[in-house]
């Protein structure tokens, strides 16, 4: 069965290019990721199609009213019961920053998974009576706030789109990124081996260059042909890289018992 998500949002018009677009493109033309769109006014009362009104209490912003939707969950799920074959109850997932972050473990677990009803709120917030009574769980990209839900829905499709099989060229090369064995990635490089210093630089630009070391040189061990040293060398960048910048990464490998001795001593040789 392809991954679902039913996507409640006030701007609908925001999906379809990137549905067309990129190489995610084959999960969603393939049907592994079947993404519905559901606009929330279709769903509301009136003639101005209202789904917001002020805050109880005052204060700034307006509120997403739950009437609204509470219908268009409802149509959601009638319409998840008369699939072929029917689909599960999907969770519903609610894009806020009170949620907890977005990780590659939680992204791994969804593609391997049913699917979801992804809530895109807007405004001030979402009454948390339609909160307390239908959300399951409450997902935050980090700690800023976007003005709405569409672009942490969008980012968790794109997440899980490239998880499903095929859809990238080569399937190690989402087995590789950053987060999927808990470290950060390692370097990369390409053609050619060796790169020419860019021509006319300014002084204080060459002599930022020089100051950050900058080697234009693609490390030997990686045009070795040896592979075990070529592994050992990006392990090696993978435990620099994240103890610089993710220390707290570390910790937690450490914690579940993911660093061997030789991890151990090549962080202590880093001096990190």
Request: include cysteine; charge should be negative; proline fraction near 8%.
């Amino acid at each position: 069965m392809p991954v679902r998500f039913d996507v409640i949002t006030l701007f609908p018009e925001l999906f379809a290019p990137f549905f067309a677009n990129g190489v995610n493109r084959r999960a969603f033309e393939r049907k592994q990721v079947d993404v519905r769109l559901w606009p929330l006014r279709d769903h509301a009362d009136g003639n101005y199609r209202r789904v917001d009104d002020r805050p109880f209490g005052g204060g700034p912003g307006m509120v997403m009213l739950v009437e609204p939707l509470l219908r268009c969950l409802q149509a959601i799920r009638r319409d998840q019961a008369a699939a072929e074959p029917p689909a599960p109850r999907l969770p519903v997932i609610l894009f806020s920053p009170t949620g907890q972050r977005l990780t590659q473990q939680r992204v791994q677990t969804l593609a391997q998974g049913p699917g979801a009803v992804l809530l895109c709120g807007r405004y001030e917030g979402i009454d948390q009576r339609f909160i307390d009574a239908c959300v399951d769980e409450e997902v935050s990209l980090g700690d800023y706030v976007l003005s709405g839900g569409e672009l942490p829905a969008l980012t968790l499709i794109d997440a899980v789109a490239r998880l499903q099989p095929g859809v990238l060229h080569d399937a190690a090369s989402h087995e590789q990124d950053s987060f999927s064995d808990g470290l950060l990635d390692c370097p990369h490089y390409s053609r050619p081996e060796v790169l020419q210093p860019p021509a006319g630089l300014l002084p204080a630009e060459a002599a930022d260059l020089a100051e950050r070391g900058v080697d234009w040189s693609v490390p030997p061990v990686l045009m070795s042909g040896h592979h075990a040293d070529i592994a050992r060398w990006r392990r090696d960048q993978q435990l620099r890289l994240t103890a610089q910048r993710r220390p707290d990464l570390i910790l937690a490998a450490r914690a579940r018992g993911e660093l061997s001795k030789r991890d151990e001593r090549a962080l202590s040789e880093f001096k990190l």
